[in-house]
């Protein structure tokens, strides 16, 4: 198991302006980003930390402790969903040093090249989208999220016409 705590202290610093960059224009995507980065999402584990939550069981498999490392990433239900984003928008072939695994999908992506910007907003969604599952007790999908990421996108395409969203032109006529 990949220990956060282990990189965030190698890589706080560059992951946080990274996405405090991609995330400046939106305070609910960066809400969330921000009690990621500071450890103080209410998981389940955390809730029964502070005797909020009867158990601190995963809200989507039941199975494992919903530790922040777990739902936004080792959760099977969770991870098959990124590996399915990432084969149907063909991420590995199209964004530079794209590698699946926790730093990505819980911190960011920190290379500075002309996709950082759009690909850490995009995958702050896919973040939300899966903790509001988790609030809402419903189970995320790759349709779910195809739903909210192209409405988002939209949003942000149009605050800032700079934002690279190449990469989501496959989901674009769903
Ligand atoms: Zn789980």
Redesign the pocket.
């Known amino acids: 198991m990949t220990s956060l705590n282990r990189i965030e202290l190698n890589f706080l610093k560059p992951y946080y302006s990274a996405q405090y960059e991609a995330l400046s224009r939106d305070t609910s995507l960066r809400a969330l980003q921000f009690k990621i980065m500071h450890r103080i999402v209410a998981t389940n584990r955390l809730l029964f930390k502070i005797k909020i939550s009867p158990y601190d069981l995963?809200s989507?498999?039941?199975?494992?402790s919903?530790t922040i490392e777990?739902?936004f990433w080792?959760?099977?239900?969770?991870k098959n969903i990124w590996f399915q984003i990432t084969t149907e928008l063909d991420l590995e072939n199209k964004i530079p040093n794209f590698k699946l695994g926790p730093k990505l999908t819980i911190l960011g992506y920190v290379e500075k090249n002309c996709h950082q910007i759009a690909l850490n907003i995009f995958l702050a969604i896919v973040r939300q989208y899966i903790f509001r599952c988790r609030l809402d007790s419903s189970e995320p999908s790759v349709n779910g999220i195809k739903n909210v990421a192209i409405y988002r996108c939209g949003i942000h395409k149009n605050i800032n016409n700079k934002l690279n969203f190449e990469f989501m032109h496959g989901w674009a006529d769903l």
């Not at 080792?74 to 969770?78: F, K, N, R």
Request: aromatic content about 22%; charged content about 15%; hydrophobic content about 45%.
């Open positions: 995963c989507f498999c039941f199975t494992f919903e777990h739902i080792e959760c099977t239900i969770v």
